[in-house]
């Protein structure tokens, strides 16, 4: 079974929850409004959530290794 990690790039993340919508249980918006990962590892039933996240980002803030 293959890992999938998830980071958030706080450089580019605006803020519009796209992620958090998408994929609750990996993303979540910080008190600032940012969005952060809160999970180490992306369980496998969310890889394909996790990477409709990152494909519907519109800052590409969002990588899946």
């Known amino acids: ?6 980071s ?8 519009h929850g796209v992620c958090t919508t ?6 979540a ?9 809160i999970v180490d590892e992306v ?3 969310l890889h394909d959530s996790a990477r409709e996240a990152r494909d519907s980002c519109p800052e ?3 990588t899946l290794t």
């Open 8 to 15: 958030v790039d706080d450089g580019r993340c605006r803020g």
């Open 22 to 27: 998408l994929c609750p249980d990996v993303f």
């Open 29 to 37: 918006m910080t008190d600032d409004g940012y969005a952060e990962v």
């Open 60 to 62: 590409n803030a969002i």
């Open 1 to 6: 079974r293959s890992v999938m990690e998830a």
């Open 43 to 45: 369980p496998g039933d």
